[in-house]
T-cell receptor
Framework: DARVTQTPRHKVTEMGQEVTMRCQPILGHNTVFWYRQTMMQGLELLAYFRNRAPLDDSGMPKDRFSAEMPDATLATLKIQPSEPRDSAVYFC?????????????FGPGTRLTVL | AQSVTQPDIHITVSEGASLELRCNYSYGATPYLFWYVQSPGQGLQLLLKYFSGDTLVQGIKGFEAEFKRSQSSFNLRKPSVHWSDAAEYFCAVGLNTDKLIFGTGTRLQVFP
């Protein structure tokens, strides 16, 4: 049963520290999404990639967030420096081919707490 | 602007009772509509989706949803709820790209 994996599952850090979250999409999927979930804002799309190329990162604060896909099996989301308002659950999702009709498969999320 | 409204934040039902979760959308073009479920501590799982054709769509776990264009609604239903259905449910509308706009979610609690 293929799944999206995310590490770490939980991260507690202090304000100002760098945070890196990792995602392994389902093998063979060519589209990867990063979402953030908070009580106040709900689920927000931060960025997404197709075939490792960034297609849209308009939902991401550019000054401190960065997203990359070093290879087809790894996506990373970095926050530097982190702030308490970044506390949230960050989800990665992957899709087989992209496009609106494609199903997005979500990972279990990384719960980030910034003190 | 595109938006999705789930008017019920929290719903409680007894096991075996029927369920309807409401979803209204605002979107100028033909909508692509989705329902996802999130169990505690887990990611989201797709229950069903509507793109075109028959307005009543069947999904996994015994769920169905009906698209009503005149009411801009896509309500999720299940005839008999099981305790394992307790979770948070998200309605989403797809734009004509890969993007999904999610509603704020409805938390379902099931009493034995």
């Amino acid at each position: 049963d293929a799944r999206v994996t995310q590490t770490p599952r939980h991260k507690v850090t202090e304000m100002g520290q760098e945070v890196t979250m990792r995602c392994q999409p389902i093998l063979g999927h060519n589209t990867v999404f990063w979402y953030r979930q908070t009580m106040m804002q709900g689920l927000e799309l931060l960025a997404y990639f197709r075939n490792r190329a960034p297609l849209d990162d308009s939902g991401m604060p550019k000054d401190r967030f960065s997203a990359e896909m070093p290879d087809a099996t790894l996506a990373t989301l970095k926050i530097q420096p982190s702030e308490p308002r970044d506390s949230a659950v960050y989800f990665c999702a992957s899709g087989r081919q992209g496009g609106i009709t494609d199903t997005q498969y979500f990972g279990p999320g990384t719960r980030l707490t910034v003190l | 602007a595109q938006s999705v409204t789930q008017p019920d934040i929290h719903i409680t039902v007894s096991e075996g009772a029927s369920l309807e979760l409401r979803c209204n959308y605002s979107y100028g073009a033909t909508p692509y509509l989705f329902w996802y479920v999130q169990s505690p501590g887990q990611g989201l799982q797709l229950l069903l989706k509507y793109f075109s054709g028959d307005t009543l769509v069947q999904g996994i776990k015994g769920f169905e949803a009906e698209f009503k264009r005149s009411q801009s609604s896509f309500n999720l239903r299940k005839p008999s709820v099981h305790w394992s259905d307790a979770a948070e449910y998200f309605c989403a509308v797809g734009l004509n790209t890969d993007k999904l706009i999610f509603g704020t979610g409805t938390r379902l609690q099931v009493f034995p």
